[in-house]
């Protein structure tokens, strides 16, 4: 018997349930769109911590062997003594060969002197694009 002239319901309709999921689906496509940039942001914020740790090993590699290493002996003389060009008076390896490589799985790019840095060197990733001088390159100029 019904007193109050309401039904009471138990479940939802169709059209409710396509609402809500509806709702779901739009939410989740924000949040996709959205953390697309949050991790753009994440793999830029990596290349300029890396840059900063290559930049202090840099240091470190010139106040142990008194010269900075040569354009063509690279970041790598981090890693294993040159066997080329001019040697640093006392060698200790400083990196791990996988500290050499950005966010995007490039080699950081090292140029001694520096075309913007002219007084030392220049340290840089060419970005995700791969290509040196482009709007994507991260840099410690």
């Known amino acids: 018997m019904i007193i109050s002239g309401h039904q009471k319901r138990g479940a939802f309709t169709l059209m409710e349930m396509l609402l809500v999921l509806g709702i779901i689906a739009l939410l989740i496509g924000m949040g996709t769109v959205m953390m697309k940039d949050v991790l753009g942001d994440a793999e830029e914020g990596r290349a300029k911590g890396d840059i900063a740790g290559l930049t202090a090993s840099v240091i470190?590699?010139?106040?142990?062997?008194?010269?900075y290493?040569?354009?063509?002996?690279?970041?790598?003389?981090?890693?294993?003594?040159?066997?080329?060009?001019?040697?640093?008076?006392?060698?200790?390896s400083?990196?791990?060969?996988?500290?050499?490589?950005?966010?995007?799985?490039?080699?950081?790019?090292?140029?001694?002197?520096?075309?913007?840095?002219?007084?030392?060197?220049?340290?840089?990733?060419?970005?995700?694009?791969?290509?040196?001088?482009?709007?994507?390159?991260?840099?410690?100029?």
């Open 60 to 67: 470190r590699y010139k106040t142990k062997g008194g010269l």
């Open 94 to 141: 400083l990196l791990k060969e996988e500290a050499l490589y950005d966010p995007w799985g490039n080699l950081y790019q090292y140029r001694y002197p520096g075309k913007f840095n002219t007084d030392s060197y220049d340290i840089f990733s060419v970005g995700k694009d791969g290509k040196e001088g482009t709007e994507d390159d991260v840099s410690n100029w």
């Open 69 to 92: 290493p040569t354009t063509s002996q690279g970041l790598k003389a981090l890693v294993v003594r040159p066997s080329d060009g001019p040697q640093p008076k006392s060698y200790k």
